[in-house]
């Protein structure tokens, strides 16, 4: 079964870091571009980070480009998000996505990220 | 970017009633390889988002018949033939054939 568990979330103050974790399961991870996705409270989905197979391609939403930096383990089957100078506007549940070649199939439960002070 | 306009954005529906919800991209969605990857999600309150649709029509496994998808190009179309209780939520078109991958803004399904 794949899975894809995303943790690490948690309250952060504005201005400081959080690295996010996403452990995958059940399929062979270094095959796949894993993406990062977002959705504040209340609101719609956002595409925030991805990687390609073996980290040589990583590309970032403007929003976030410059302060997040997308990476991965594949020995360890473990993707991250590290997370600096957060602001408010960050403060989101994070979903770490397989890519199926141009859609999504499995949501975690996603790591809610807030900020706040 | 591509960006991803819904219409409605909130639909009170009826049960037993069909639903149909549009979904219009700002350039073609053809990708090189000649596939569309236009998607639909929903994402009933509380929980994540699960795929219904993918490459325009194609239902993923377990969603049930009465939802269908159509369309080509830039114009897209997300139909429910007899809305049940467990439609309720949020609906999103989603583009996959360019980065960066994006979303359209949601309609709301409820019940009247």
């Known amino acids: 079964e794949v899975q894809l568990v995303e943790s690490g979330g948690g309250l952060v103050q504005p201005g400081g870091s959080l690295r996010l974790s996403c452990s995958a399961s059940?399929?062979?991870?270094?095959?796949?571009?894993i993406h990062w996705v977002r959705q504040a409270p209340g609101k719609g989905l956002v595409w925030v980070s991805v990687i390609n197979t073996d980290g040589s391609f990583t590309a970032y939403a403007d929003s976030v480009k410059g302060r997040f930096t997308i990476s991965r383990d594949n020995a360890q089957n473990t993707l991250y998000l590290q997370m600096n100078s957060l602001t408010a506007e960050d403060t989101a549940v994070y979903y770490c996505?397989?890519?199926?070649?141009?859609?999504?199939?499995?949501w975690g439960q996603g790591t809610l990220v807030t900020v706040s002070s | 970017d591509i960006v991803m306009t819904q219409t409605p954005l909130s639909s009170p529906v009826t049960l037993g009633q069909p639903a149909s919800i549009s979904c219009r991209s700002s350039?073609?969605?053809?990708?090189?390889?000649?596939?569309?990857?236009l998607s639909w999600l929903h994402q009933r309150p509380g929980l994540p988002p699960r795929l219904l649709i993918y490459?325009?029509?194609n239902r993923f496994s377990g969603v049930p018949d009465r939802f269908s998808g159509s369309g080509a190009g830039t114009d897209f179309t997300l139909k429910i033939s007899r809305v049940e209780a467990e439609d309720v939520g949020v609906y999103y078109c989603?583009?996959?054939?360019?980065?960066?991958?994006?979303f359209g803004q949601g309609t709301k399904v409820e019940i009247k």
């Open positions: 350039q073609s969605l053809v990708h090189s390889d000649g596939n569309t990857y």
């Open positions: 059940g399929f062979t991870f270094s095959s796949y571009w």
């Open positions: 989603m583009q996959g054939t360019q980065l960066p991958w994006t």
């Open positions: 996505l397989r890519g199926e070649g141009g859609y999504y199939v499995y």
């Open positions: 490459k325009i029509s």
